[in-house]
């Protein structure tokens, strides 16, 4: 069998009903982009890591889950979601000491008659990008506050924060692991000093992996308190 008839025999199993579901192939020459129907999958790349888009209504905007499967076996779903818009985002489900993890970005959806019809998606497999999550602020103070994170693994760590959204004009605080928190996550933490009272700042956790690779939290905010008031004490004659 010569190497054409193969690849058209993959291509034509992928595409073979399973029960109600289908698998598809990505749209030529459009990267790691897919166009999903309801009940459609998707096999990631280089791995046994199959994904199905599935859709809910919080009542104002459509969000995307996912069920994930290894082979034929549904290992769960993902917490977080998406939605038509939103920059590329990472997704993970723990099974068995290890986690699943793939990026997704959605282009476009349609509906009819309560069904989706169309799902323009864009599924990537992620297996090495360090997964930072449980990111809070444990104080802030007029001059000083302490914030800790969590990532499934021991990387060199930044803190980048500043006074605009955009953390152009910013500061970096570089950490490293301190402890194992659990079975999948490591405990980071940094202490930002020298701060201004009474102010907002925006920060955001920095993970470099591999040789170009870089993860990155959601940017947050935080407020210092006021400072106290001079307390001015007048002669009464």
Known sequence: MNSTKKVL????LLTISLGSFVFLPKITNA?????????????????RVIIEPVVYTDGEFNNIKFDVYEGNNKIGSTNDFTRVGWEKKLFYIYDLGHAVKFEAKVYSFEMELGIWKKLRIELVSAPDKPIISEIKLDYANQNDAHISWLVDGEYNCSLVYGLDSNLGNSTNIFRIAERQETQYDYYYSANLENLNPGTRYYYKIVCPYGTTGTSVGEVKTFDTIFGQPDLVVEAIN
């Open 31 to 47: 990267g790691d982009i897919y166009e999903l129907s309801q009940g459609e999958r998707v096999i990631l790349d280089n791995s």
């Open 9 to 12: 025999i993959f291509f034509s």
